[in-house]
Every structure is written in C-alpha cells, then in structure tokens.
C-alpha cells in the first residue's frame, strides 16, 4: 500500500498545479488578458501622450508671443484688423 500512495500523491500534485496553471489567479487566459488590456492601455497612454504634447507646444507659442493670439483670433473667433476684409474660402 505505502508504494500507492507516493504515485497518488504526486498526480494529486500535479492536478493542483495545472488547475492553477489554468483557473488560477496567474493563470494562462488570464496572463493573456491581462497582455491585451496592458496594450490598449499603452496606446491610450501614446494619444495622451501625443495630446499633451501638442497642448504644451500651443501653451509655449501662446507665452512667446502674440502672433499664435492673432492667429486663435482670426480662425477661431472671426475677428479682424480695422480696415480689414476677411474673406474665407472653404474647400
């Protein structure tokens, strides 16, 4: 009987680890899902990133000067210089 149970032990073993290897926390989908989230997050990272780029680089012409002002104005507001025609055309 005592050389039985070594051999049931050990396949009892093995059964507890490869539950674990497929349903446990770490388990084998769930490292993949994981994987897949952890992408989607380093690409919204990468347009946030790329966003907030473009934000500094507006922030540092709207601090050095007033032609990215003057430009904001025209474009975004319509204004125009005093004896000025503003004529857009639309493509």
């Known amino acids: 009987m005592g050389s039985r149970v070594v ?4 396949i009892a073993l093995l059964a ?20 897949q989230r952890l992408a989607v997050q380093r690409d919204a990272n990468d347009q946030a990133q790329l966003a907030n780029e473009r934000l500094a680089a507006e922030v540092r012409d709207l601090q050095e000067g007033l032609e990215m002002v003057e430009e904001k104005a025209r474009f975004e507001l319509g204004m125009v210089k005093p004896n000025e ?7």
């Open 16 to 35: 507890v680890l490869h539950a674990q290897l497929w349903f446990g926390r770490g388990s084998v989908p769930n490292v993949a899902q994981m994987s």
């Open 85 to 91: 025609i503003f004529v857009q055309i639309v493509k």
């Open 7 to 10: 051999p049931l032990v050990l």
